[in-house]
């Protein structure tokens, strides 16, 4: 059974950082480009940072660039997203995307609030 399990969201103050994991199985998560992508009340899913399947080529969106790095551990079979200098901006729904030649899985997503 093929799961994506995301986890880490939470509230934290503007400023602050968060680190994002999503934990894969049922699927050679080794195998997958993996993508973050986030949703926030009202608005359309917002694709937010892509890793390739060695962890070598990553690249991110303009509104997150410079402030969030995406990284994977494929001997874990997880995906992380470290989050600094976090604006209100970037409440939303975070969910993570394992995609390879037209597949994708989807995880259920984790909530981050950015509030004073």
């Known amino acids: 059974q093929v799961q994506l399990v995301e986890s880490g969201g939470g509230l934290v103050q503007p400023g602050g950082s968060l680190k994002l994991s999503c934990l894969a199985s049922g699927f050679i998560f080794s195998s997958y480009d993996m993508n973050w992508y986030r949703q926030a009340p009202g608005k359309e899913r917002e694709w937010v940072a892509a890793?390739?399947?060695?962890?070598?080529?990553?690249n991110y969106g303009d509104s997150v660039r410079g402030r969030f790095t995406v990284s994977r551990d494929n001997a874990k079979n997880t995906l992380y997203l470290q989050m600094n200098n976090l604006e209100p901006e970037d409440t939303a729904v975070y969910y993570c995307q394992a995609l390879r030649r037209g597949t994708d899985y989807w995880g259920q997503g984790t909530q981050v609030t950015v509030s004073s």
């Open positions: 890793i390739g399947t060695l962890g070598t080529i990553a």
